[in-house]
């Protein structure tokens, strides 16, 4: 069983900044395939950010330009570096790992609002 913690969530003003993390507590860390989703009040979850174990990432059109998801497989990390946040970015953010199987984190908050 792989856990997944998330971190760094929190209030922000828009056009600020978050970076978010997800430790992994796996040493096979470097062979999964690392993705970014986020739920907003009364919607589904959807997918932000995915990379791939040799580092190929993708992004949903709404964030592509303003996040940044990368990994550091020293630290069985995963980021989402989030800048230019808007209103609707609003949502718990959730990290998930695929390899074998795929396991989730609890989520973090964000909150966009002045």
């Known amino acids: 069983q792989v856990q997944l913690v998330e971190s760094g969530g929190g209030l922000v003003q828009p056009g600020g900044s978050l970076r978010l993390s997800c430790a992994a507590s796996t040493t096979g860390f470097s062979r999964y395939t690392m993705s970014w989703y986020r739920q907003a009040p009364g919607k589904q979850r959807e997918w932000v950010a995915i990379i791939s174990s040799s580092g190929i990432t993708n992004y949903a059109d709404d964030v592509k330009g303003r996040f940044t998801i990368s990994r550091d497989n020293s630290r069985s990390t995963v980021y989402l570096q989030m800048n230019s946040l808007r209103p609707e970015d609003t949502a718990v953010y959730y990290c998930?790992?695929?390899?074998?199987?795929?396991?989730w984190g609890q989520g973090t908050q964000v909150t966009v609002s002045s």
């Open positions: 998930s790992g695929s390899w074998a199987s795929t396991y």
